[in-house]
């Protein structure tokens, strides 16, 4: 028989029971009033996760989180525009990919992928003038770092120039300033910390944002067209309807547990035990900078010598744990934990118990 499985990966997330449950309601088309009615306390609801988001409105997608990425920047930076790319990793190189698909014009500002972002020379492009937009990864899932998004944001508010932010895999975990970071809109998904199930992703834009011509080269992924009909209740095309059921209780059940706040002290603390438990295995956190500039939603950790990636996976996986491998130039030298989702004190300390028998016992078989 196998065990529950409890996933470690970043998303999708092990489901509460009560979001699994809301997967099972009456079967609903979404050109009916009732889910028009769903809709729209959906969206006040994501508008809502975060304080001082009075400007911004909330635009549902279904898609995966990369959906709502492409969404944004290929509606909001316009045929005309130019932006800046501010990237360290994976997820900033494809929003570069996009504009690039886009045909628009962008410049990338890269820093190694195991340091923040480079802001010195992301001040000096601004100060040219010369861009429309700033792009950047709040959580970078590549090395599970917390980008210095507060100080990119002065810089935007300082030059003028508005963020278009991915937030998948912060949003609903870690501090968002809408306003502060001069954020005109950012992209994020139901399965990470939001807890929902995959298939429905969203935007949260400054309306006059929404309501200037958009850039969009997509027919699908055009947010004006979304944003249109969603403020009526409806939708150009067909909802995932019951992905929306699960999101809505997942929302309910973030605002019955104290919201993000709540979330993130709780995340800290299943990842403080992780990191207690792989430092006395000696198994070191992957960031030179170490724990401080990490996320309490992902850390990665160098692959210890003695140990193969496939194997300390498999052998996890065999107790009931999915961890997630390195990706890209990190394949096979990390592998990274993440702690979002329906995850006990309990299931924290099978894991513990868990990574210090497949570790030592690895460590005792070479
Ligand atoms: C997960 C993630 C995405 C989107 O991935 P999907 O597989 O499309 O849901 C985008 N950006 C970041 C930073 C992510 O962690």
Same mark, same amino acid.
């Given at each position: 028989?196998?065990?529950?499985?409890?996933?470690?990966?970043?998303?999708?997330?092990?489901?509460?029971?009560?979001?699994?449950?809301?997967?099972?309601?009456?079967?609903?088309?979404?050109?009916?009033?009732?889910?028009?009615?769903?809709?729209?306390?959906?969206?006040?609801?994501?508008?809502?996760?975060?304080?001082?988001?009075?400007?911004?409105?909330?635009?549902?997608? +279904?898609?995966? $989180?990369?959906?709502?990425?492409? %969404?944004?920047? @290929?509606? /909001?930076?316009? &045929?005309?525009?130019?932006? =800046?790319?501010?990237?360290?990793?994976?997820?900033?190189?494809?929003?570069?990919?996009?504009?690039?698909?886009?045909?628009?014009?962008?410049?990338?500002?890269?820093?190694?992928?195991?340091?923040?972002?480079?802001?010195?020379?992301?001040?000096?492009?601004?100060?040219?003038?010369?861009?429309?937009?700033?792009?950047?990864?709040?959580?970078? +899932?590549?090395? $599970?770092?917390?980008?210095?998004? %507060?100080?990119? @944001?002065? /810089?935007?508010? &300082?030059?003028?120039?508005? =963020?278009?932010?991915?937030?998948?895999?912060?949003?609903?975990?870690?501090?968002?300033?809408?306003?502060?970071?001069?954020?005109?809109?950012?992209?994020?998904?139901?399965?990470?910390?939001?807890?929902?199930?995959?298939?429905?992703?969203?935007?949260?834009?400054?309306?006059?944002?929404?309501?200037?011509?958009?850039?969009?080269?997509?027919?699908?992924?055009?947010?004006?067209?979304?944003?249109?009909?969603?403020?009526?209740?409806?939708?150009?095309?067909?909802?995932?309807?019951?992905?929306?059921?699960?999101?809505?209780?997942?929302?309910?059940?973030?605002?019955?547990?104290?919201?993000?706040?709540?979330?993130?002290?709780?995340?800290?603390?299943?990842?403080?035990?992780?990191?207690?438990?792989?430092?006395?295995?000696?198994?070191?956190?992957?960031?030179?900078?170490?724990?401080?500039?990490?996320?309490?939603?992902?850390?990665?950790?160098?692959?210890?010598?003695?140990?193969?990636?496939?194997?300390?996976?498999?052998?996890?996986?065999?107790?009931?744990?999915?961890?997630?491998?390195?990706?890209?130039?990190?394949?096979?030298?990390?592998?990274?934990?993440?702690?979002?989702?329906?995850?006990?004190?309990?299931?924290?300390?099978?894991?513990?118990?868990?990574?210090?028998?497949?570790?030592?016992?690895?460590?005792?078989?070479?």
């Amino acid at each position: 028989m196998s065990p529950r499985m409890r996933l470690l990966n970043p998303g999708p997330v092990s489901l509460t029971e009560r979001v699994r449950q809301a997967l099972t309601l009456p079967d609903l088309c979404h050109r009916e009033e009732d889910f028009a009615v769903m809709q729209r306390e959906v969206r006040a609801g994501l508008e809502s996760v975060y304080t001082g988001a009075e400007r911004h409105s909330a635009v549902m997608l +279904t898609g995966s $989180g990369t959906a709502a990425v492409e %969404a944004m920047v @290929g509606s /909001l930076v316009q &045929r005309s525009g130019r932006a =800046l790319v501010v990237a360290n990793g994976v997820y900033g190189e494809r929003m570069a990919a996009m504009l690039d698909a886009q045909g628009k014009q962008f410049e990338i500002v890269r820093s190694d992928w195991k340091k923040d972002l480079d802001l010195g020379v992301a001040e000096r492009a601004l100060s040219t003038g010369a861009f429309t937009h700033v792009l950047t990864v709040h959580h970078e +899932t590549t090395t $599970g770092r917390l980008n210095d998004v %507060a100080g990119l @944001g002065a /810089l935007c508010v &300082r030059y003028e120039t508005p =963020l278009l932010l991915d937030a998948v895999s912060s949003f609903g975990g870690e501090l968002i300033e809408l306003e502060k970071w001069n954020i005109e809109a950012l992209a994020a998904t139901a399965n990470k910390c939001l807890h929902g199930v995959p298939g429905v992703s969203f935007v949260l834009a400054r309306r006059e944002a929404l309501e200037r011509p958009s850039g969009a080269t997509s027919v699908y992924l055009d947010l004006a067209r979304h944003w249109k009909e969603q403020r009526s209740g409806w939708s150009p095309f067909t909802q995932s309807v019951q992905c929306v059921y699960a999101l809505r209780e997942a929302l309910a059940e973030l605002r019955d547990e104290g919201g993000w706040s709540a979330r993130h002290d709780r995340y800290a603390a299943r990842m403080a035990s992780v990191r207690a438990e792989l430092a006395e295995l000696g198994v070191k956190h992957f960031l030179d900078d170490g724990e401080s500039r990490s996320s309490v939603i992902l850390n990665a950790f160098v692959q210890p010598e003695n140990v193969s990636y496939p194997v300390l996976h498999d052998r996890l996986k065999e107790k009931g744990f999915v961890i997630y491998a390195g990706q890209g130039p990190y394949q096979g030298k990390m592998f990274r934990i993440a702690v979002m989702g329906d995850l006990s004190e309990r299931d924290i300390t099978e894991l513990r118990t868990a990574l210090r028998e497949v570790i030592t016992v690895a460590s005792k078989t070479v």
